[in-house]
């Protein structure tokens, strides 16, 4: 199998920085070949039945998922192409308030579980009776969320224990990410993008001030942080310091407990 060794170029519009050909090919030698890319979906169900789909063949739909054929709506992969089961709920969501002005505020308050241990001791159930195990199989996301830790090839998103705070939180090393945008990809939250949202360690001045990503630098002077806008030198261990008491925390706790986080 010849190869061509790929580079990442300049991010998109998404931010998202695609992959391009360098010219250098590589040969892996193999018996068998078995080619997995290029998904998408086959339009004739739409084009069929007189629905409008754009350049990729994917059905054209309004805010509401519904389609150009009145009360026919699209989700999940059948509108996007190959996405995330998660993607595919949230489309579910959004046309049963469309179509019977379901209303789903509170409901994540039926998926809270205090038990932490609980919800990570789910994680890899296997149940053949769909009806028998359906409150088993939910991974409780109002609780724990931790998708962009699992995905991230580089292991840029690390999940740490902080005092005082019962949820694991989501810090993100700078100098481990490559923003190949897969956090991105599988985050079930509206337009998240970890890569950039998550609280940032950084490893250097420079990686500091090419960034725009909330979060902090330890320097001789104490630590350099970059939160709503505003830069600046604080002492973490001074509780009166100004920095907001989670944030202070977090970082106290990855200085103290995960300080392999801070260096190269």
């Known amino acids: 199998l010849t190869c061509e060794v790929m580079k990442l170029g300049a991010p998109d519009e998404s931010g998202r920085r695609r992959p391009e050909g360098t010219g250098e090919f590589v040969t892996v030698p193999a018996t068998a070949v078995i080619t997995a890319v290029g998904e998408q979906i086959e339009p004739d169900l739409y084009t069929t039945s007189g629905i409008a789909c754009d350049e990729k063949g994917l059905p054209v739909v ?52 205090e038990d932490v241990a609980k919800i990570f001791g789910k994680r890899g159930q296997l149940c053949g009776d769909t009806d028998a195990c359906e409150q088993s199989r939910c991974l409780s996301c109002p609780s724990v969320c931790e998708a962009c830790v699992e995905v991230c090839p580089n292991r840029a998103n690390v999940a740490i224990k902080v005092p005082g ?81 989670n944030i202070r925390r977090m970082i106290v706790s990855v200085r103290d407990s995960y300080s392999y986080l801070m260096s190269v």
């Open 62 to 113: 309004d805010n509401n998922l519904q389609t150009s054929l009145a009360h026919v709506y699209a989700v999940g992969d059948g509108r996007r192409g190959p996405a995330t089961v998660v993607k595919g709920i949230a489309d579910a969501m959004m046309v049963a308030v469309a179509i019977a002005d379901f209303n789903f505020s509170g409901k994540e308050l039926s998926n809270l579980e």
């Open 165 to 245: 705070i019962r949820q694991q939180q989501i810090i993100h090393v700078d100098g481990m990410c490559n923003e190949c945008g897969n956090c991105a990809v599988f985050c079930p939250y509206s337009k998240g993008r970890p890569y950039k949202d998550k609280f940032t360690a950084f490893w250097s001045r420079e990686d500091f001030d090419n960034s725009e990503n909330e979060g902090f630098l330890p320097t001789a002077d104490g630590f350099l942080v970059r939160l709503d806008g505003s830069t600046a030198i604080y002492n973490v261990d001074d509780e009166a310091c100004g920095l907001p008491e």
